[in-house]
C-alpha cells in the first residue's frame, strides 16, 4: 500500500490545517498507521499514531492540538492541526507504523509567526 499526502499549505501561527492522507489500497488490515513530520536534514519523526480501533496516542510536542482519525472505508487518514507554531514547520507523511519502508512526496506544512 502506498500513501497519497496532501492538504498542506503556509499558514499563520495559531492556525490550523487538515492533512488528508490516501491509500493506493486497503488499509483495514493495517494495525497502526502514523503521521510523521521531517525536519530538514532529518529522518521523519511519529507525530501522532491511531490503530484499528480508532485509539491513538500522540508526541509530546502535539498532544492538545492534533487529532488523527482514520476512515478505513475511504481508505484515509486524517490529521487535524490546531493552534499551530512555527516549529511544526516541516513535510508532513503518513505511513503504515509497522511498515515504513516507502515513503510518498508528503507534505509542506509551513507555519509563519
Known amino acids: 500500500v502506498e500513501f497519497a499526502e496532501s492538504g498542506g499549505g503556509l499558514v499563520q501561527a495559531g492556525g490550523s490545517l487538515r492533512l488528508t492522507c490516501i491509500a493506493s489500497g486497503s488499509i483495514s488490515e493495517i494495525y497502526a498507521l502514523g503521521w510523521y513530520r521531517q525536519f530538514p536534514g532529518k529522518r521523519p519523526d511519529l507525530v501522532a499514531g491511531?490503530?484499528?480501533?480508532?485509539?491513538?496516542d500522540y508526541h509530546n510536542s502535539v498532544k492538545g492540538r492534533f487529532t488523527i482519525s482514520r476512515d478505513n472505508a475511504k481508505k484515509t487518514v486524517f490529521l487535524q492541526m490546531n493552534s499551530l507554531k512555527p516549529e511544526d514547520t516541516a513535510v508532513y507523511y503518513c505511513?503504515?507504523?509497522?511498515?515504513?519502508?516507502?515513503w510518498g512526496q508528503g507534505t509542506q506544512v509551513t507555519v509563519s509567526s
Open positions: 491511531v490503530n484499528r480501533n480508532g485509539d491513538a
Open positions: 505511513n503504515d507504523i509497522a511498515h515504513d519502508e516507502v
